[in-house]
């Protein structure tokens, strides 16, 4: 069955410091999507990143980079020098070829970057 | 991407009643799902709603309670009947244009408070 585990609940850094939130899939397919989604205080859900389970390079898109280890089944996402509009609800989910596309969500991780 | 807007943007109801979500999608999307935020939690899927044909509905959920339609291929409705406090949650809309592209986008959420 398949499964998105984030395991922080909460993060609080300072502003400027790096973040990385973890995030942890199980899968029985062999293709599948994995996604990141930030959702802001006022509620709407803003797509980062797809990654398909076919391509593990790294990521890197301005202050953000995800790193995808098949291996460990895990597909971490790093902030480089957090602003304080950083603070929001991050989301990673997961999608099978065999579920239709299906988002499964994990729990999401809070951050909070404080001035 | 697309834009997805949702109807209304937030609502406050008495118990027992229903209210209806529209979603409304700015071009054409091949896929169209309906996912539940409880306060404080994740995204659970609700149903894919299907063009021309009855949703498919996740565990958990059923059409009595909550009925979608999507009369065409850019919008869509969710009903949540006879409502109870359990029920306060956002609802929100997504969509995906290519199944092969594998990426969904959301509505702003529809935020749900029930008396």
């Known amino acids: 069955a398949q499964k998105v585990t984030q395991a922080q609940t909460e993060i609080s850094v300072v502003e400027k410091e790096d973040v990385t939130l973890d995030c942890v899939y199980e899968t029985r397919d062999t293709t599948y999507y994995l996604f990141w989604y930030k959702q802001p205080p006022s509620g709407e859900l803003v797509f980062l990143i797809r990654?398909?389970?076919?391509?593990?390079q790294n990521e890197i898109s301005g202050r953000y980079s995800w790193n995808f280890q098949k291996s460990t089944s895990s597909f971490n996402f790093t902030i480089t020098a957090s602003q304080v509009v950083d603070s929001a609800v991050y989301f990673c989910?997961?999608?099978?070829?065999?579920?239709?596309?299906?988002?499964?969500f994990g729990s999401g991780t809070r951050l909070l970057v404080r001035p | 991407s697309a834009v997805i807007s949702q109807k209304p943007s937030r609502d406050i109801c008495q118990r027992g009643t229903s209210l209806t979500i529209q979603c409304q999608v700015d071009s054409q999307v091949t896929m169209m799902f309906w996912y539940r935020q409880q306060p404080g939690q994740s995204l659970t899927l609700i149903a894919t709603?299907?063009?021309?044909?009855?949703?498919?509905?996740e565990s958990g959920f059923v059409i009595d309670k909550f009925p979608i339609s999507r009369p065409n291929l850019t919008f869509s409705t969710l009903t949540v009947s006879n409502m109870s406090p359990e029920d306060s949650s956002i609802y929100l809309c997504?969509?995906?244009?290519?199944?092969?592209?594998?990426?969904?986008?959301f509505g702003p959420g529809t935020r749900l408070t029930v008396l």
């Open positions: 997504s969509g995906e244009r290519d199944s092969s592209y594998n990426e969904q986008f």
């Open positions: 989910a997961l999608s099978e070829v065999d579920s239709s596309y299906k988002l499964i």
């Open positions: 990654r398909n389970s076919f391509d593990e």
């Open positions: 709603a299907n063009q021309g044909s009855e949703a498919t509905y």
